[in-house]
């Protein structure tokens, strides 16, 4: 019993260690992000903050596992670089029975985190999704970007070539009005909202358009100053806040999405793309958490083998098998919508590889 705390108390310093360290690498990265995306368009810095919180479920299902990992390789590698490993072998015991302990409290880890992957994450994910509404709701000129064609308004199509978000000024601008045909050019103008209303004053600007009654008329009208005001669909933004992407689901409403998606289309099912998208959605919620108790089972006869104890031997390990296992994540994930590989491969595909190294380790090690 004693061997047993010692073995756990030694996993403890190097799990939150490793878990502080990741998230704080990654909500960095999401910081900078946000930086580029937001900041600077005069959005509030509680709402970027908030942001920032609500991306951190999403990143604690990635760190957590990870965490683990860190601590048993950072454990066991000090274990066996300090010949603590051979004492407990000398003594007549197999070191790699040190192992239960950590895969016991990894498996209660990973119940806890399909917990958290079907209540906690789901809900966080669609809170992010309405503040980003929130966000384009209050600062209309949000929803425009430099060069790139925006159709986010019913009925005209918007290119920018410039526009600076703290004063919500556009420059060098497009617009084609869909329903008339006409196309409005302007050096510049101003983007303002009021209610459900987004209004852009034009300046110094030209309507082009053809006559409706003799399409061989064209007309070219010039104006100091025009307006154009916006109607925001208000029925789709309430759409929007309550619908549910595959994200922002739990794993029962996306098994009952999937049900839904059947009776519609029943025809060809392994081919449908949004049920291999639910599915690939449906299978992540449960593998990554399992990657606890795998990472247990690989990590233990891997730390023993190498003998590096230390941050360094610990971190350095894991990121190698870190890299890995996101790449096959991401890539699965992308496969797996495309129906190229099947929806439970191609999320269980890094488990399975380092499931079996794992056990190929073990036998090496007995």
């Known amino acids: 019993m004693l061997l047993v705390r010692y073995i756990l108390r030694e996993h403890i310093a190097p799990f939150f260690t490793g878990l502080i360290f990741l998230t704080f690498i990654l909500i960095m990265n999401k910081f900078f992000i946000v930086i580029w995306d937001i900041v600077g368009k005069g959005i509030p810095g509680g709402m970027v903050l908030s942001m920032l919180w609500l991306s951190l479920p999403s990143i604690f299902a990635l760190t957590v596992p990870m965490a683990v990992l860190v601590a048993v390789l950072m454990a066991f590698g000090r274990l066996s670089a300090d010949f603590e490993t051979v004492a407990i072998g000398a003594a007549g015991k197999n070191p790699l029975t040190l192992m239960i302990p950590p895969l016991a409290i990894s498996f209660f880890i990973a119940v806890g985190m399909v917990w958290f992957n079907n209540h906690i994450l789901p809900d ?21 970007q430099a060069m790139v064609l925006v159709r986010d308004f019913e009925d005209y199509d918007i290119l920018v070539r410039d526009i600076d978000h703290k004063t919500s000024r556009i420059y060098d601008i497009t617009i084609n009005e869909k329903s008339t045909g006409r196309t409005i050019l302007s050096k ?21 358009e053809i006559d409706p009654h003799d399409v061989s008329k064209y007309r070219r009208i010039e104006f100091a100053q025009h307006t154009i005001a916006l109607p925001l669909d208000t029925a789709f933004i309430r759409k929007e806040r ?10 029962w409403a996306l098994r009952k999405c999937i049900k839904d998606v059947l009776v519609k289309n029943p025809v060809n099912p392994s081919q449908n793309r949004e049920i291999a998208r639910l599915l690939v959605e449906y299978h992540k919620k449960f593998s990554i958490p399992v990657s606890c108790i795998v990472f247990i089972l690989m990590g233990v006869p891997l730390a023993i083998k190498v003998r590096k104890g230390g941050a360094t031997g610990g971190f350095g ?3 190698i098998f870190f890299i890995f296992y996101y790449i096959c994540l991401i890539g699965g994930e992308e496969l797996g919508d495309r129906c190229i590989i099947p929806a439970w491969l191609s999320m269980w595909f890094p488990n399975i590889v ?13």
Do not use: W
């Open 317 to 319: 390990l894991s990121l």
């Open 242 to 251: 309550t619908y549910r992407g595959d994200r922002e689901l739990s794993a």
């Open 124 to 144: 966080a994910n669609h809170r992010l999704k309405n503040l980003t509404i929130d966000i384009s709701r209050k600062k209309p000129g949000f929803r425009l």
């Open 188 to 208: 510049q103008g101003v983007v303002k909202s009021k209610g459900d209303i987004v209004y852009i004053n034009l300046f110094q600007g030209e309507i082009h």
């Open 354 to 366: 380092l499931g079996i190294f794992g056990v190929i380790l073990c036998m090496r090690s007995r």
